[in-house]
């Protein structure tokens, strides 16, 4: 982004307030987690839109699930304004520069991260400012932007190992950069925000990177680029809105609406999709088994499993599920039959899903137009755009600001 397009204040505020309006009067259709209900959730307010949805085949599942087009015009009957949404949750694609780097740059880090890193970094408007790099890990990016541009950086990191490997790589590759070990919710982290600096944060989670914005609007920071993530991860359960605009505005959200956005996993392998249906179908056909038992017709959340016991029988994960939850544990059980009424809850659940497919970016949206809403309300103009193509990582969304 050598020129960044800002937005326009009213344009911003009014793409806010249409997508907030239509998420919330479609709410019914996405604001619900399909793996408590024993029924689509729509059976009775949209019987015709079930029956459709009852009638696909797996095959013909998996194609609405890449092919958002025919996934708006089978839906639009029962969602009008589903091209609507659709539309508001576009963004343009930014252009990235091309970095001039010395060869091995790369060393020790994956080849998609690696790719992440290029394009965000390519992505930041140019400059010769000192640049602040959030939650910085090992301090990849900030390395790419010393040896890149010759530019003073300053890496924060909480975690201490990352620190001295991220001393270590830049000692190796002669650049100038600090490491700051330190917590970025701490009035020590903010200190380190300037007007005269850029603070940029790649992939900082959920309130990592909304602490960064709070900390640049009351030190004043001159420059700021976030790409966000992990919109879940925040302190509390309610999601608390940044911005006035959305302060005042209809939806409410709280921590697993907030995982919606993610759920669209671009880089799991075949083994892993194979081991995550096992794993669903036996959670499912567990939590059938469990409202029998307990006579408690209410999901009961399971923790995480080990992935080695999806190798073994449903009986066996039972008797884990069981233990767990301190259930009498099953000597034998049916499995036919609880294996079965899982699958039922399963294909319901994969219909539901594939519903709230349509919300999941107008949502990530929203959240992304609050972030941008409260750092214009804080006295900055706002560029927002894509700094790579989904399949690198569906987290590609760049917000960048700059005090006007
Ligand atoms: C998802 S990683 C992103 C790392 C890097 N920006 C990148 O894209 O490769 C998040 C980083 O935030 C760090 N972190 C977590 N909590 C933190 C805190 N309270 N203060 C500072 N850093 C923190 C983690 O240790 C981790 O290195």
Known sequence: MSDPKFIEPEQLERWFQRLDQLLFHYRAFWQLQPFHCCEMAWRDSHPQLCELL???????????????IALIN????????????????ELPALEAREL???????????????QQILAFAGTVPQSQKPLLEWCAGKGHLGRVFALADQRSITSLEWQQ????????????AHVDMQFVHCDAFSPQAAGYIASDNHAVALHACGDLHTSLMR??????????????????????????PMSISAQQGQLRLNKSDLKLPLQETVTAGAGVQRHRQTELLWRMAFDEWQRDVRGVDEYLPVPNVRKSLLTESFTEFVRWAAECKQLPVPTTLEEDRWLALGQQRLENVKRMELVMHLFRRPLELWLVLDRALYLQEQGARVALGEFCEKHLTPRNIFIHAERI
């Open 161 to 172: 190992s990352l620190c001295k490997d991220g001393e270590e790589l830049a000692k190796r």
């Open 100 to 114: 001039t780097l010395p060869p091995r740059t790369d060393y020790g880090i994956p080849g998609r991260k690696w």
């Open 54 to 68: 009852d009638a696909l085949t797996d095959e013909e599942i998996l194609e609405l699930e890449t092919d958002h």
């Open 74 to 89: 089978l839906l639009s009957p029962w969602l009008e304004d589903a091209k609507a949404l659709a539309e508001l949750a």
């Open 215 to 240: 900390h640049w609007s009351l030190q004043q920071g001159g420059r700021i680029s976030v790409s966000p993530c992990c919109y879940h991860k925040l302190q509390g359960e309610a999601y608390q």
